[in-house]
């Protein structure tokens, strides 16, 4: 059995007789690879619509996300502004959408990009640098204000 570059089999066997249920099929693939890519791609487009459009009618909660909480402090004066969450939010949207632009632009369809090397230690240390704030919250601002 061989496989060309045009996604046809060639078993060693004629195919134009009447054991090949389906005729030429093997020659369609390339209309339906193409079918199943604007499928992905509307799906997400509209998967993205739909979480757009929920967080806009407010059905998506996001009033306190970028709020931390200190533990041990009354209510009222327990929260504060939380730069960890927004620099965690904005590596981990910015690294997202650039691996995203990577996936539609793959000269190898059928594979994903390579992660670049030096992402896992750039959002290991933003996770990091998190953590180490909500740390903070949690177990050594209780008192102060």
Known sequence: MRVDSGLRVDSGTDRSRKGNPVPGLLNEMPDLVQFVKWELEAFLVLLGAIVAFQLLTGRIKISGIFRGQISGRPVGQN???????????????????????????????????????????????????????????????????
């Open 79 to 145: 929260q504060y502004f939380s730069p960890e969450r927004v620099q965690l939010l904005i590596f981990t949207l910015g690294a997202a959408l650039y691996y995203l632009s990577q996936v539609f632009d793959n000269p190898n369809p059928g594979t994903f990009p390579e992660v670049p090397a030096n992402w896992p230690a750039i959002l290991g240390g933003s996770h990091a640098i998190y953590l180490g704030g909500k740390s903070y919250a949690r177990w050594f601002a209780k008192g102060k204000k």
